[in-house]
């Protein structure tokens, strides 16, 4: 599985949960890519946030695998507050992918 990690100020957050997920193909099997998820409480205000980070498929030939992981994870976040996701896309800013972050994230 490629690799993906999350960050963060142990002194000013609270780490609530995390854990990581592969991607799933057309047939509901894992894919290599995953993205991991962490909810974080910050200590002194006691505000949350949740960050994914995501690892999208590389090379060209792919953008429709890059696109169907895009859609998995808008759909999975599409209701969550405070959100932020980064990653690497493995794509243009013009590409169907990225398209689908930002039509799911206005």
Known sequence: ????????????FECLEFNSSPYLDSEGGKMSQLYCVGKYKHKETGETVTIATTHLKAKKGFEDVRTVQAK???????????????GDMNDEPDSNAVAEF?????
């Open 1 to 12: 599985m490629m690799g993906c990690s999350i960050y963060y100020n142990a002194q000013k």
């Open 102 to 106: 930002k039509s799911a994230f206005k």
């Open 72 to 86: 998995q994870l808008s759909e999975k976040f599409a209701e969550t507050s405070n959100l932020i996701i980064t």
